[in-house]
């Protein structure tokens, strides 16, 4: 993967006779294909072609090295041939279920995509955010370790892409109708999910406080010199806020467990967007 190529270049242009499109969409590149191929087959396959093998034997060591580089980042700096959890979802040296695993291993990653990959995307391209957001030296420059994070960069790139329509691409007298983009739909859905896992998840109230059971095991205990006993309690009090306390556990839990199960399933959803 290169930063720029040249049959993307202006003298690919000029030697190809069909200037490129800057963007489009699918049905405009297809025709651009057709016509610039169409117009000048030799020119165009030189351009097109040509000059893409002439730069892979002009860059053959800077390509080695820049694989290098990626290899050495993704093994050792990325880990991005694993899915992983923060320490604080699952302590290092501490055993967890599979079935467990899978909540807070996709979650962190989303949280790594939004502040590290996007961020670092939104500031490779803007000398402006470069300097809002104080990048260091060793993500802009040939290193670009992924290591760099900033959750304020990240979420500002994904609300811009939040706002992205159809409009540059509809007819004057039909850009009132522009709707969002596949890219600003699969961004908001990205701060929700983000959102949910960094604010809402981290502060849901404590089942077992928020449901009484706290309270009630600390009150058997008074009652049992310090014992946790419920089958040999005889308060009928206690008995019954037990079972109250018990029974609205299990509803939060399983309600927990309900609104976790439905987040994993839209974070699968859009993972085709995870990328940059």
């Known amino acids: ?88 979802d699952i302590r290092p040296g501490n055993w967890c ?36 957001f104080n990048v260091p030296w060793y993500r802009s420059g040939w290193l670009r370790w992924r290591t760099w994070r900033c959750p304020e960069a990240g979420l500002e790139y ?7 329509t159809n409009e540059e691409f509809l007819e004057e007298g039909e850009k009132h109708n522009a709707e969002p983009t596949y890219q600003a739909k699969a961004a908001k859905e990205i701060i929700e999910l983000y959102t949910w896992w960094t604010v809402t998840y981290r502060n849901r109230p ?7 059971w706290t309270a009630v095991c600390e009150a058997q205990r008074e009652a049992n010199g310090g014992r946790l006993s419920f089958s040999s309690s005889k308060d ?19 309600d927990y467990t309900k609104e976790d199960e439905q987040m994993m399933i839209r974070l699968i959803k859009i993972r085709e967007s995870l990328w940059t």
């Open 1 to 88: 993967m290169r930063s720029s190529y040249w049959s993307c270049s202006k003298f690919a242009d000029w030697l190809r006779g069909t200037p490129k499109l800057g963007c489009g969409t699918s049905e405009q590149w297809d025709a651009w294909y057709k016509q610039a191929e169409h117009a000048h087959p030799i020119r165009y396959w030189i351009a097109e072609e040509g000059l893409d093998y002439v730069q892979k034997i002009v860059y053959y060591i800077p390509d080695k090295l820049n694989d290098l580089r990626y290899y050495i980042n993704n093994r050792w700096v990325s880990h991005s041939h694993r899915l992983t959890a923060h320490p604080r």
């Open 97 to 132: 279920d599979v079935g467990n695993r899978f909540l807070p291993c996709l979650f962190n990653e989303l949280v790594d995509f939004v502040e590290i990959e996007q961020a670092c995307h939104h500031c490779m391209w803007s000398d402006e955010a470069k300097t809002k």
């Open 158 to 164: 994904l609300r811009w892409a939040e706002t992205l």
């Open 206 to 212: 404590d089942p077992y406080e928020a449901s009484g």
């Open 236 to 254: 009928p009090v206690l008995k019954k806020q037990s079972d109250k306390a018990h029974k609205l556990l299990q509803k939060i839990e399983a």
